[in-house]
């Protein structure tokens, strides 16, 4: 069974960086087309942070973290990654990794045009 896991969530001040990868079990990153990274706060629906297409040269992001976060993908190790800077209290939530399993619209910013997803890893920004 496919699994993607997220890795590299914990406890940060305002304004520290932080690195999230995404590995895959049972299947390789060449098999999915764009690749995202989402969050869900506390209390607060899942939203769009990130994404990424197939060979990395296109990517999109919320406008709450542009020019803070940095997304990456390297297919041959089947690995994401989402370099977080200047982070704040708002960037709090669980972050999750997600896959298309399809080719969906472009530059979609829908969860539901992902069709694989991770568990999820907590990032905390403590002021």
């Known amino acids: 069974q496919v699994q993607l896991v997220e890795s590299g969530g914990g406890l940060v001040q305002v304004g520290d960086s932080r690195r999230l990868t995404c590995t895959a079990n049972?299947?390789?990153?060449?098999?999915?087309?764009?690749m995202a990274w989402f969050r869900q706060a506390p209390g607060k629906d899942r939203e769009f942070v990130a994404a990424?297409?197939?060979?990395?040269?296109?990517?999109w992001f919320q406008d709450s973290v542009k020019g803070r976060f940095i997304i990456s993908r390297d297919n041959r190790k089947s690995i994401m990654g989402l370099e977080m800077n200047n982070l704040q209290p708002d960037d709090t939530a669980v972050y999750y990794c997600?896959?298309?399993?399809?080719?969906?619209?472009?530059?979609?910013?829908?969860?539901?045009?992902?069709?694989?997803w991770g568990q999820g890893t907590l990032v905390t920004v403590s002021s």
């Open positions: 997600a896959a298309a399993t399809s080719l969906g619209p472009y530059e979609t910013t829908r969860a539901a045009d992902f069709g694989a």
């Open positions: 049972g299947r390789t990153f060449d098999t999915y087309y764009d």
């Open positions: 990424i297409g197939f060979t990395g040269g296109t990517t």
